[in-house]
């Protein structure tokens, strides 16, 4: 049985390795503890990450797991293609569009993030239901028509009403969002227009363990508006490797190869990533202005 399950694949943070330690990737962590050479086999994983409970009761840590494989491989072989330029056909499009939208909702930043909103939004059809107190009482006749002991309606409205309490999802509902959700975001995402952003020699790219970014550029950094997928400015970054970062935008000056002669947009972009991380950041060199972004995110960075 599949036990050690990786939120970030392996083969992909292979893409971010030290060049002089094969496998091994290093670790930067956003509450500033030690740097750490790290294996891929080690980073990223949780056990039993995809599993889920069956009708019959029984666990299933593989099904998922063997899906995410298959998507894997087929992607590694597209990325291949993607480093020599080589256009993509309509199913490797479509299949990279589903690493992409996996990797956004795969990772437990994501998947925490929508148990806490499902959780608040169910908490907010509670209290509503109990504002009206007829329709409530309505609702607990019909559901408990054949009580064995009396429920005093007012305590329990009065008890939804009040909100000093939590609402829990299991696991396997996270993993069941995180699934339909990526289907109907890699849609969105074959849509947009694609470019591949070319590192320089003597720059790279990072990567993290929440590596897809939303921002808008035109957008003050401070705004308390959300950034979405269908935004008009939108641009959806995601390094494929340390030479080579996916950007996906409506804009229609995005589109294909590109290369950044600037140092500084290479490290724009691995301050998205570095912003994005929810605990930690690989990188395939030690760098100092790694260590500066973490401190100050907001702070554009100058390369010298």
Known sequence: MKKRHHFIPQFYLGGFTDQNNPNHIYRYTKNRSKLIS?????????????AFTMIDGKKDSEKVENYFQIIEFETSKILKKIAIRIELNFEERTILSHFIAFQLTRVPAFRNWILEN???????????????????????????????????????????LNGNYDIEYSEETSLQFMV???????????????????????????????????????????????????????????????????????????????????????WEINRRTIISAQKYIFSPFKHDLINEIINNPTEKVNII
């Open 118 to 160: 499902k959780a608040n939004h169910i908490k907010q059809v509670i209290q509503l239901a109990a504002s009206n107190k007829e329709s409530f009482d309505t609702t607990l006749n019909n559901v408990f028509e054949k009580k064995e002991k009396e429920i005093n309606s007012e305590k329990l409205r009065e008890f939804c």
């Open 180 to 266: 339909t959700l990526a289907m109907d975001v890699a849609k969105i995402i074959y849509k947009m227009n694609w470019g591949f952003i070319n590192s320089p020699n003597g720059s790279y790219f990072l990567t993290s363990d929440n590596p897809v970014f939303l921002a808008d550029p035109s957008r003050n950094l401070n705004s308390l508006f959300c950034i979405g997928l269908i935004d008009r400015n939108v641009e959806l970054t995601l390094p494929l490797t340390k030479e080579i970062c996916f950007i996906g935008t409506w804009q229609n000056n995005i589109i294909g190869h590109f290369n950044y002669p600037s140092f500084d947009y290479i």
């Open 38 to 50: 790290l294996s891929i086999k080690d980073a990223c994983v949780q056990s039993h990450y995809y």
